[in-house]
């Protein structure tokens, strides 16, 4: 720059040395090679492919302009442009550079995926001694112990003991699973309370985690990503421009007086022109903007393309575990069957039985009250509740199963109700008769109904999809109002539902928070995930809500438009100088006395840079 003697020129210095051509030549050479290095490799990529576009234009913008101004140097009459062309190669690597950010790899997820087992397992030997070997080393027919609080290493089936398994950020089943001996549990679950023998059946390839990265891989490599609007920008210059700089040459030496090198420095200033600063950088400052507004209102935009399918998406489609709901098992009713107990008194005389379990029934009902009374003879029933003596009096907390085995007699329609929204009903035993049923689901987010609320006001349709039962799923469609639902939907059948809902013709957004949730995440236009669920899913979104709250997918619809409208902006500033400059710097108004040189043309691309970064910026004030 400091060379250059147009920029000695316009800030009104002199550095002049025996030469000083030849080492600026030598600089602008190593800026073009190795600067413009990806301009020119992405050149002959779109030419192979056929699809000239950003990079198509860069490379011809700096090639011209540095072979001309190399040919100036070595003794053509001229003015050289390698200021001209430092400036535009380190302004579009800039814009390259920020667009590159935002695009992020398939592997990463895949490689997330392996972190959920554990690294190693308690292999037991034939005479029932535990040794630590890595999951690597376990084959089909080994067996292994999993204790109390561990992730499960392995696919398999329990031979022994008995513990409850929480499934949910695997399978989207919100309640922990019963496990005993003939069940099987699935690699990446967390086990809970108890300890359980399991005989490995699947390993490597063969496992769920392995078939669901299968599932994220395919998803992800068949996504087409949406164009990018700048490209296709791109695309009519590289026609305009070379257009527009044959014909000036062909003008200049056929029709008028102007020696050859005046027709040849018309024809360079037109092609430097062509490819202005402003273009590289009309998308991705937008972009880097946006992006820093989203991140501090808790939205992690991880696809710089998020921004323009968010802004045309139909429908949206949540994850109901840990999404709508809070993932956690709690009481959602309770129905006094008896007038001499009241909600409070019932639900304090349960937890009362329950204080000594550890089983995900009695956790629920626990936090359910703020106090409990005192229990004294406290007795597990296994696999039919609990019982002790509360206040003087007999107290059990009954499966249905065991009040049908007591043969005691209820309100029947009072409990049916709860039953058949799917929810896990238990009845409180006082002195003998049924005093009243605590009802139990996973608890649905209060902010999910404003969110579905508002986003149908928006006009998209609202759909839930989950792993929970046909009963479950269509209470929570009920409460939420949400506009259809998929019910007993198979981890590997959710990308399947995506595209179902694609295949209608609607661009679809997909919400969700778990591993099963991955394969849509990838295959939906938008994938959004939660980001209290897994690393894989958070790996596999375009977006993630930092704050776990649904409503922040509002703030994606209404930042993507405000972002869209920018980019148009943006598009139609760097564009619009074309339309103007190229004809000026061709010589099409010389005869009213105005030409374009290419001191004032490379002026122009400068503001034209400057009102893009302005605009941008523009983007920041208004959403702050």
Known sequence: MALSPLIQDFLGFELVFTGDAYVLWALSAFVYVYGGWPFLSGLKRELGERNPGMMTLIALAISVAFFYSSAVTFGLEGEVFYWELATLVDVMLLGHWIEMRSIMSASEALEK????????????????????????????????????????????????????????????????????????????????????????????????????????????????????????????????????????????????????????????????????????????LVVAVSTGISARNGLLIRDRNAFERARAIDAIVFDKTGTLTLGKFGVTDVVPLNERFDRDELLKHAAAVESHSAHPIARGIIEATPEAYEVADFKSLSGRGARGKVQGREVIVASPGHVEELKLAYDRPKVDALFKQGKTVVFIVIDGAVAGAVALADIIRPESRQTVEALKKMGKRVVM????????????????????????????????????????????????????????????????????????????????????????????????????????????????????????????????????????????????????????????????
Not at 164 to 189: H, N, Q, Y
Not at 221 to 243: C, E, N, P, V, Y
Not at 505 to 520: E, K, R
């Open 465 to 624: 999809m989950t792993g929970d039962r046909e009963e479950v799923a269509r209470w929570v469609a009920s409460e939420l109002g949400l506009d259809e639902y998929f019910a007993g939907v198979l981890p590997e059948e959710k990308a399947s539902r995506i595209k179902e809902l694609q295949g209608r013709g609607l661009s679809v957004a997909m919400t969700g928070d778990g591993v099963n949730d991955a394969p849509a995440l990838a295959q939906a236009d938008l994938g959004i995930a939660v980001g209290a669920g897994t690393e894989i899913a958070q790996a596999t979104a375009d977006i993630i809500l930092v704050r776990s709250d649904p409503g922040d997918v509002l703030s994606i619809f209404e930042l993507s438009q405000a972002t869209y409208r920018k980019m148009q902006q943006n598009l139609g500033w760097a564009t619009g100088y074309n339309a103007l400059a190229i004809p000026a710097a061709s010589g099409v108004f010389y005869s009213f006395g105005i030409l374009l040189v290419p001191a004032v043309g490379a002026a122009l691309m400068s503001l034209s840079t400057v009102i893009v970064a302005v605009n941008a910026r523009l983007l920041r004030f208004k959403r702050d």
């Open 113 to 284: 995926l392996a972190r959920l087992l554990p690294a190693v397992a308690h292999q037991l030997s034939a005479g029932g001694k535990a040794e630590d070997v890595p999951i690597g080393s376990l084959v089909k027919g080994d067996t292994v112990l999993i204790k109390p609080g561990e992730k499960i290493p392995v696919d398999g089936d329990v031979i022994s003991g008995e513990s409850a398994v929480d499934e949910s950020m695997l399978t989207g089943e919100s309640m922990p699973v019963e496990k005993k001996a003939g069940g099987r549990v699935i690699g990446g679950a967390v086990n809970g309370e108890g300890s359980l023998t399991v005989t490995v059946n699947r390993t490597g390839t063969e496992s769920y985690l392995a078939q669901m990265a299968r599932l994220v891989a395919v998803a992800q490599g068949a996504k087409s990503r949406a164009q990018d609007l700048a490209d296709r920008a791109a695309r009519w210059l590289t026609f305009i421009a070379i257009s527009a700089g044959a014909l000036t040459l062909i003008a200049w030496l056929s029709f008028s007086d102007e020696p050859v090198v005046f027709a040849v420095e018309r024809m360079v200033t037109v092609m430097v022109i062509a490819c202005p600063h402003a273009l590289g950088l009309a998308v991705p």
